[in-house]
């Protein structure tokens, strides 16, 4: 019986650690984007990169991609465009430290912003 409430209290403490580092906001998700110097039917192709700088695992990942256009196709299960939001990866949880990368072609390029996500802790 104590070793089960120490457990509890155990995983308890490290819930409220981990619940500690979670403590992420829309500045954890980082967006950087490079010209890749390829042109696709003269539009200028950009490589994107959507990071994941929470010590946590995120979900329901969501950018804003007002007027968002491109002449390449991106694979719907990367981006998908709903409207002025667009999901990345289903929706599926992209973990700590973790990136997703997509290209598109365009020009000018597109400030694509975190809108929000669903933050996984304990
Ligand atoms: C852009 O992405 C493509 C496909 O992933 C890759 O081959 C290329 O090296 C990247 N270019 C830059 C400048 O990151
Ligand atoms: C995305 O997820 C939904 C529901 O979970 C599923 O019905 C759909 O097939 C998925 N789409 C892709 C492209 O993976
Ligand atoms: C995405 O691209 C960046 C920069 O090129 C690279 O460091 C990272 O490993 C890539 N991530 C994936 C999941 O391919």
């Given at each position: 019986m104590a070793g089960l409430i120490k457990a509890f209290a155990a995983t308890l403490v490290l819930c409220l650690v981990t619940r500690g580092l979670c403590d992420?906001?829309?500045?954890?998700?980082n967006i950087g984007t490079v010209r890749s110097g390829k042109e696709i039917s003269g539009q200028a192709e950009w490589n994107v990169t959507v990071a994941n700088n929470c010590q946590c695992a995120q979900s329901q990942i969501q950018l804003s991609c007002m007027g968002f256009q491109t002449v390449e196709n991106i694979d719907p299960s990367i981006l998908s465009k709903q409207g002025d939001t667009c999901l990345l990866i289903n929706g599926s949880s992209l973990e700590a430290s973790a990136s997703v990368n997509f290209s598109y072609a365009w020009d000018p390029p597109f400030l694509l912003l975190p809108l929000g996500s669903v933050i996984h802790g304990c």
């Open positions: 992420c906001s829309l500045n954890n998700i």
